[in-house]
Each structure stands twice: as C-alpha cells, then as structure tokens.
C-alpha cells in the first residue's frame, strides 16, 4: 500500500514538528520518523493514525527517543 496525500501531509506536519519544538534539523527528524511506528501503522491503519495530530506524533516519537523540548522562545525564533 502507498501512502497518499494526507498521509504525507501529516508525516510532513510531525517532521515540522519535531524540528521546532524539540529543536531538530530536518534530516534528524526524517529518521526518527522512518525509525519509529508511525509509518508501519500508516501502511496499515491509516484512519487510527489520523485520529492523532501531529503534535501528538511527535511528542510520541519524541518520548521515544528521549527527547527533550527546546525552550518556546526558540521555539518561536525557530518559526520565523
């Protein structure tokens, strides 16, 4: 099964945020996403996935990987 457009919508949303709030670069957040279950589960169980934002997704693949959250000042510097 091939992931469509929402489907990469959101992996795309969790990759943004992963970088902004816990401060990853762009190629970081592309592994652990590959690395963790929320493409495996997109591949099966794409409505389940959808039922979690992607702030949810990246705190999950956050926790995962034992990281921590980058200050919100940088934070909003990371957005701008």
């Not at 489907?7 to 945020?17: A, F, P, Q, R, T």
């Not at 409505?47 to 940088?74: M, Q, R, Y």
């Amino acid at each position: 099964m091939e992931l469509n457009h929402v489907d990469k919508m959101l992996i795309s949303e969790v990759n943004e945020e992963l970088q902004i709030r816990y401060g990853l670069n762009k190629e970081k957040a592309e592994k652990l996403i590959s690395e963790s279950s929320l493409l495996r589960m997109l591949m099966q169980r794409s409505d389940f996935v959808h039922h979690e934002g992607p702030e949810s997704w990246a705190s999950i693949i956050a926790s995962n990987n034992k990281l921590k959250t980058v200050p919100l000042i940088k934070q909003k510097l990371l957005v701008n």
